[in-house]
Every structure is written in C-alpha cells, then in structure tokens.
C-alpha cells in the first residue's frame, strides 16, 4: 500500500484547510487510515485515524471538534479538514496505515500509535501562521 499526503500550506490563525491522502496499491479501500504531525523538535504525534469503512472516526484531545477525517473509497482517498487553527498545529502531516490487527480505537490514548503504522506515506507542510 502506497499513501501520499497533499494540500499543505500556509493558513491564517482561525482558518481552514484541507488534506488529501491518495491511497494506492492493493485493495486500498480496505485500510484504516490514520494521520499524524511532527513539529519541528518534537515527536510524531497522532492526530486521527478513521475505519476502512468511514463509519468510525477517532481523534486526539488536541483536535477534537475542530479536525474532522472522512474518506471516498471511490477516489481512495482519505481526507482531513481542519478548522479553527491554532499556532501549535503548524507541523508536517503525515497519513499512514497500520497493521490489519491494530484497533485503531485505542490509538488516542496509545503512547506509541505511530510503531503500530505499517506504511507511511511522505508529509505535506501546514504552517499557521498569526
């Protein structure tokens, strides 16, 4: 499986932006989808995460009620939609897959979601700026 995160870019504090990860290879649409972000100094962080089938979302504390995932399995893409930005979530984005046998559920609250990803794909910027 092949991912690849696009739509960076520069965004006003409060603003919105939206990004897209294309979703390749075998069965694509059969993947979760989660995504993360690395500020610069700072460890890989998970952002979100949604079921192959979309029905299920989960989101870290940092960004709930404000990023929302949701995918087109017709596209294989996966996409997140981010609102009312702050400064903190300037970072680079990343989606990836994990392993069939990870809950993504549990990611939230798991202290090392991103060893559980078994394909990554390469980031996209996103710099808020005030």
């Known amino acids: 499986v092949q991912l690849q995160a696009s739509g960076g870019g520069l965004v006003q504090v409060g603003g919105s932006l939206t990004l897209s990860c294309a979703v390749s290879?075998?069965?694509?649409?059969?993947?979760?989808v989660a995504w993360f972000r690395q500020a610069p100094g700072e460890e890989r962080e998970f952002v979100g995460a949604?079921?192959?089938?979309?029905?299920?979302?989960y989101y870290a504390d940092a960004v709930k009620g404000r990023f929302t995932i949701s995918r087109d399995n017709d596209k294989n893409t996966v996409y997140l939609q981010m609102n009312s930005q702050k400064p903190e979530d300037t970072a680079v984005y990343y989606c990836?897959?994990?392993?069939?046998?990870?809950?993504?559920?549990?990611?939230?609250?798991?202290?090392?979601?991103?060893?559980?990803?078994?394909?990554w794909g390469k980031g996209t910027q996103v710099t808020v700026s005030s």
């Open positions: 990836a897959a994990p392993y069939s046998w990870v809950d993504i559920a549990t990611l939230a609250s798991a202290p090392h979601a991103r060893g559980v990803m078994q394909f």
């Open positions: 949604i079921t192959w089938s979309g029905h299920n979302t």
């Open positions: 290879g075998q069965n694509p649409g059969g993947h979760s």
